[in-house]
């Protein structure tokens, strides 16, 4: 049976491996500093990183994440504080660090996802 898409956005936040949906992608939560990723599913035995560079495309994924974080914070100063819009971009720049980890991460759940949804490793 298909997971739905509820399921699914669940198995993403709690970064499940995307063919089994038991076995952890990362050793312990990826909102909880900076985690190290299992190489394989400990159930289904699911290679995550595929091959060299496989993580590039995460980094899309983790622009278009924190890009729309990053203007809703400097709309948000800039409508408050009522500052030049430059400087509250860059007050939201360095609010949104705080983030990175987290957001980075996720893009690699996400993209590994994607991955499997299109391309799915079949070994
Ligand atoms: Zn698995």
Redesign the pocket.
């Known amino acids: 049976m298909k997971p739905g898409a509820l399921s699914t956005f669940n198995d993403i936040l709690h970064h499940?491996?995307?063919?089994?949906?038991?076995?952890k992608i990362f050793h312990h939560s990826i909102f909880l500093g900076f985690p190290k990723m299992h190489e394989?599913?400990?159930?289904?035995?699911?290679l995550y990183e595929r091959e060299p560079g496989y993580f590039l495309g995460a980094m899309y994924i983790s622009y278009a994440l924190a890009l729309p974080v990053v203007a809703f914070i400097a709309g948000f100063l800039w409508a408050v504080t009522g500052w030049w819009i430059t400087k509250a971009t860059v007050w939201a720049v360095f609010l949104f660090l705080p983030l990175v980890p987290a957001i980075t991460f996720l893009a690699r759940v996400l993209w590994i996802y994607l991955d499997q949804t299109f391309d799915p490793d079949r070994s």
């Open positions: 499940r491996c995307p063919r089994c949906r038991v076995g394989r599913c400990s159930i289904c035995h699911l």
